[in-house]
């Protein structure tokens, strides 16, 4: 009965194909618009990086944990909160709310577009010229990233762009995979993938919001671990076996 139970919510994969279309669709006027022209190699390569990459994810996931994709659709209708914490009454939820993520997230966001768009008028105004292994290292990289991101997912449900932690579902501290290696292995592949982006679109001058977006993520876990140790059990214990916030070794 339970096996059912998860197999009647799994998603339709050409749906989710569909869905990831969409997504790649959606980015092109911030690649093609400012490049001034469809004949960028580069743009195109990335397109269809992003294509191939999130369509065999979300497949995956909708095979071996869909949870993860039904929490994500929820987590989208939901607003951020206005104070800084919030316990519902039932104490089932405990909200580590975001008046930091309204002023980080948003900076995030644009910094996120910039790596983006700096490419684009890059390319159209010729401001720097970068060595095609660059492009190449990036464009290696990439998948990588997103592959660190889909880990993270198949290991963790509950990984979302909103601070809280919901106790009414279950959630619990997840220290298997890549959260064996560091804290915040979501924000690595974010982090990786900005840097990526900024290589294979064959710009030296992307890597300035790409380092700023990253420092945005490292600004946010300072407030997403005081949640962390304010409302998951055995985190305190998790921080001391696992040393480092996002880069091995490193940070």
Known sequence: MEEEKKIDRKFSNPILVILTLFATVIQMPFLFWPSGTLSWLEGWIYLVIFFISFSLIFIVLNHKNP????????????????KK???????????????????????????????????????????????????????????LSFYIIYRVMLENAYASKVLDIRADSGQKLIDTGPYAIVRHPMYSGFALMVISIA?????????????????????????????????????????KKVKFKLIPKIY
Do not use: Q
């Open 199 to 239: 290589l294979g679109l064959g710009s030296w001058y992307a890597l300035f919001p790409a380092i700023l977006a990253i420092i945005f993520l490292g600004i946010r876990i300072k407030y997403e671990e005081a949640m962390l140790m304010k409302g998951l059990e055995g985190y305190k214990e998790y921080k």
């Open 85 to 143: 914490e919030k316990v519902t009454d039932d104490n089932k939820i405990i909200v580590k709310a975001s008046g930091t993520d309204k002023i980080i997230l948003p900076l995030f966001g644009i910094f996120f577009l910039a790596v983006f768009v700096i490419p684009a008028f890059d390319r159209r105004f010729n401001w720097s010229t970068i060595w095609i292994w660059s492009e190449i290292i990036g464009f290696v990289l990439l998948p």
């Open 67 to 82: 949870e993860i994709l039904i929490n994500r659709m929820k987590m989208k209708k939901e607003s951020i909160r206005k």
